[in-house]
């Protein structure tokens, strides 16, 4: 990828407090996504700088929205050094703008798909086509795109949280206040992934990515398939499973076609099933 000097989420300087990123698996149950302790960040804005050819203007934006295509960045930068000093974890729920402040608070929604995240902003980027924010790979999970590698997306500052985060940062409030913002936010703006199917018509084929005993790995899996991937409950001699599948599909030749696809995509163990 493109992109120089890309920095972590959220840094918190000298007060070397953690901060932490909340998702919502379904189920009205929050996941902590991440935790990060701040060693040496800061809050920035920046000069103007210039980047193949085009300048950029960092400045404090409270009201900014925007809606373009975001992409994503993992192993090839994960735990190098950062533009504030920090290393990146592409675990995190992080996100790179070319002109916020360091750090912003920002919610992000594909809008190929209605799902949102709160994410943390604390690094320039992207520089390539018409691409308006970069984020973490565990964010492009969360987001449902992480397979497609890009998509389109709505980017809106949050002000309240931004602002509190940026008075903890330069010593003029509490890091716990704007923690606590963050994660009201996050409850508040999150919307729900994929809920658990409980009926269906019987009889019907499906792909079937996986079986999970745990509500939440089935959540983490369903997301990486989009819209069309469902959790489907079952109880088999007593047991509990969560199913990630794609269907119902009237034929198994269509199920086959959508197999073959999911493999693609990296779902190995993807199979044909009749239920």
């Known amino acids: 990828m493109e992109i120089k000097n890309l920095s972590v989420l959220l840094m918190v300087g ?109 690094d320039r980027g992207p520089y390539v086509d018409n691409r308006i924010l970069d984020v973490s790979k565990r964010a492009a999970s969360l987001l449902g795109f992480q397979m497609q590698g890009t998509t389109k997306v709505r980017v809106e500052v949050l002000e309240q949280e931004s602002k509190a985060l940026k008075a903890a940062l330069l010593h003029e409030g509490s890091m716990d206040n704007a923690r606590k913002a963050i994660e ?42 989009g819209k069309n991937a469902k959790i489907y409950y079952a109880e088999v001699d007593g047991e509990k499973y969560y199913r990630v599948r794609m269907g119902p599909y009237a034929s198994r030749s269509e199920a086959e076609e959508n197999a073959a696809r999911a493999k693609y995509k990296g779902a190995v163990d993807a199979k044909v099933v009749i239920d």
Not at 84 to 104: F, I
Not at 194 to 223: C, H, W
Request: aromatic letters at 12%; one cysteine or more; hydrophobic letters at 30%.
């Open 14 to 122: 000298a007060l070397s407090a953690c901060t932490y990123g909340f998702a919502d698996l379904g189920d009205g149950k929050y996941t902590q996504a991440s935790a990060i302790s701040g060693q040496g960040g800061m809050y920035k804005i920046g000069n103007p700088y210039k980047v193949r050819g085009k300048w950029y203007y960092p400045k404090e934006d409270y009201s900014y929205s925007e809606v373009g295509v975001a992409s994503w960045y993992g192993d090839d930068f994960h735990a190098k050094k950062t533009a504030n000093g920090e290393k990146y974890d592409m675990n995190s729920l992080s996100a790179a703008h070319r002109t916020l402040p360091l750090p912003s608070i920002v919610k992000v929604t594909n809008l190929q798909n209605g799902r949102s995240l709160v994410l943390r902003v604390n």
């Open 184 to 225: 009201a936010a996050e409850k508040r703006t999150i919307k729900p992934m994929n809920n658990v199917v409980e009926s269906y018509p019987k009889g019907s084929y499906f792909v079937q990515i996986g079986s999970y005993k745990e509500n939440n790995g089935a959540q983490t899996a369903a997301v990486r398939y």
